[in-house]
């Protein structure tokens, strides 16, 4: 496989979560009036933690993977490794973010709506652009 048709994969996929994301916490606001409440709960207080704790977790095993990429000769099973490093990263992101949906879907609580949208801006910060993937996977453009 060519990093070309990788990279383009990694962007239609990443699209396809961001988009996912967009839609649901849209659709959430939509239907559900925020109201400012107290954080007290460990329902509102769940989503914080999580994220927390999934966001460098994921930053930590995305380092780890690409430090075990780069010693790889093979492009293919590069290209293989780093998907699937990508792929693990993004699912704690988007973890972290439809968390923080589904419990502002449940109490209403605004801070969780804020706690969200920063998590998809977040996540739409770390789009697969050839840039990101050569210096990543440390290759030089074929």
């Known amino acids: 496989m060519e990093i070309k048709t990788l990279i383009r994969q990694l962007q239609f996929l990443f699209s396809a979560f961001l988009i996912a994301q967009v839609t649901f916490l849209g659709i959430v606001s939509f239907v559900h009036e925020p109201q400012t409440l107290k954080a007290n709960s460990l329902l509102t ?22 430090d075990n990429i780069v010693q790889i000769n093979d492009l293919h099973e590069k290209i293989t490794a780093y998907r699937a490093a990508c792929l693990i990263k993004w699912a704690c992101f988007e973890g972290a973010t439809l968390l923080a949906i589904v419990v502002f879907f449940l109490t209403k609580n605004t801070q969780l709506q804020y706690l969200a949208a920063f998590l998809v801006v977040h996540f739409a910060l770390h789009f697969p652009n050839n840039v990101r993937v050569y210096r990543d996977l440390q290759i030089s453009e074929l």
Request: no cysteine; charged share 10%.
């Open 45 to 66: 207080q769940f989503p914080f933690i999580t994220a927390s704790i999934l966001l460098p977790f994921a930053y930590w095993f995305f380092r780890k993977q690409i």
